[in-house]
Each structure stands twice: as structure tokens, then as C-alpha cells.
């Protein structure tokens, strides 16, 4: 029996288009002038943005004091869609710009927010594990034409428990919640982060939505569950 859920977000709550064409162009537009201009923030937030830099050199083996190469960097990564920890953190700091002054709001398909309000009411717990940040997701799913759907989630996850194709990333989640891995759903579009979920003992249903698919319903569905949208998820 199905206790919990966690879903994943790009390509399975929301659009892959919205992520691509309006998120990602939105942080390499303002990611250099909020970079440069974080000493002009509050302390906080300025400390939180030196953190994140930290980090890039640290990946990248880019000296920490060349800011313009840390934010060429932080471009290039974009173009790249790496799934960087700092660079997540980074973008949804400059998309809480963004939600904040109204120039975008959060997707979320229909049928995702009319199952997650559903099984919700239903007392099944609801995760998130997202490569974007924990402030990103709580940003999306807080400014959606459905309102906040942020109290519906009992927890978020990201990168900070490491990579969506790891399977010990899947196993911290499942120590996390606190259920036996069988008795949690895990919904995601991409197969290899159903494969680390499966193995963590996770079920898993893979979501093949029309117009982001990546695959053929009938391919997927000689290895996992699939739906084309949330009201074909079985629970
Ligand atoms: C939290 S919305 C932005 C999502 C994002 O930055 C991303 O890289 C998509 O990752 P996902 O794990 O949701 O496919
Ligand atoms: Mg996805």
C-alpha cells in the first residue's frame, strides 16, 4: 500500500518547456548582474551568495576572487543543464525575483495539482526530489495558476541529498521519510532516475506526457508503470 509519494517536477508536475524557455533564459539573463550586485544585498543574503561561489570554485578549480569567471562559469552551466548544487541554489534565488515581481508563474499541469490536492485529502504524504533547489521548488509550486500548493508537501528534496541517479540519494529519502521503500511512489520522467529509485526499493510509475516525452509510452511500458498524466497513476 502506497504511504507516500515524491515526485519529481521537470517533465512530471510541470513542463519542460517552462523550465527551459522560461526559467533557465530568466537566470542567465540576471544571473551576472545578481552576482555582481550581491554586496549591494542584505548581509544574509550576501553571505549566502559568497557560499554559493565558494562552491563553484571549488568545483570548476576556478580561482574564488575571478568573479567574472565564476559567472561565465555559472552560464556555461546553464547551456550545459548541469545539475550543479550551486548553481541550483543561485537560480532559485534569481527566480524568487522573478515570482516576487510577477514576471512568471510557477507550471504546474492541471492534472498534477487536482491528484496532488486529492491524494493529499486522502492522507497519502507528499514529497518533492527535484534537481532544482529546495527554495526553487518551494517558489514553483507557491506562485502556480492554482494558487499555493505548497501546503500540500509534507518535504522537499535536492541535490543536498545528491544526484537523482544515484541510488543512495533514494535511500536517504526513504530513511528520511521513514517508510519502508515499497510503501512509497516515486514519479519521475527520466529512466534513469527510476532505475536508482527502483533499486533503492522505491515503486516507481514513469510519467510520459504528450508533449515531453522522451520516450514512447509503449517502450516505457515493457520496463515500468507509465501515465501520461496523473489521473493515470495507480495508487
Ligand atoms: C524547481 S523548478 C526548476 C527545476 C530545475 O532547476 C531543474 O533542473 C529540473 O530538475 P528536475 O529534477 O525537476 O527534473
Ligand atoms: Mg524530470
Known amino acids: 500500500m502506497i504511504k507516500a509519494i515524491v515526485t519529481d517536477i521537470e517533465g512530471t508536475t510541470s513542463s519542460i518547456s517552462f523550465v527551459h524557455e522560461v526559467l533557465f533564459p530568466y537566470a542567465k539573463k540576471h544571473m551576472a548582474g545578481f552576482i555582481r550586485h550581491a554586496e549591494a544585498l ?18 570548476s578549480g576556478i580561482q574564488r576572487d575571478d568573479t567574472e569567471a565564476l559567472i561565465q562559469q555559472l552560464l556555461d552551466w546553464i547551456d550545459e543543464d ?21 514576471d512568471f508563474v510557477g507550471h504546474v499541469y492541471k492534472d498534477a495539482a487536482d491528484y496532488l490536492k486529492q491524494w493529499h485529502d486522502q492522507g497519502i504524504d507528499l514529497y518533492v526530489y527535484s534537481s532544482g ?10 506562485h502556480t495558476e492554482f494558487g499555493d ?17 544515484e541510488v543512495e540519494s533514494y535511500q536517504h529519502i526513504i530513511r528520511e521519510i521513514g517508510l519502508k521503500g515499497e510503501e512509497i511512489l516515486f514519479l519521475s520522467d527520466i529512466e534513469q532516475e527510476l532505475d536508482a529509485a527502483t533499486i533503492a526499493t522505491m515503486q516507481t510509475c514513469w510519467l510520459i506526457r504528450k508533449h ?24
Open 133 to 142: 533547489s529546495v527554495n526553487a521548488q518551494k517558489l514553483i509550486f507557491g
Open 42 to 59: 542584505n548581509d544574509r543574503a550576501q553571505h549566502d551568495v559568497s557560499n554559493q561561489l565558494d562552491e563553484v570554485a571549488h568545483l
Open 212 to 235: 515531453d516525452s522522451r520516450m514512447s509510452i509503449s517502450e516505457a511500458a515493457k520496463k515500468y508503470l507509465v501515465a501520461r498524466d496523473f489521473s493515470e497513476i495507480v495508487i
Open 82 to 102: 548541469k545539475k550543479a548544487t550551486p548553481l541550483k541554489a543561485l537560480q532559485g534565488m534569481i527566480w524568487q525575483q522573478g515570482y516576487r515581481q510577477g
Open 149 to 165: 500548493l505548497t501546503p500540500l508537501f509534507k518535504g522537499y528534496f535536492d541535490t543536498q541529498v545528491g544526484g537523482k541517479r
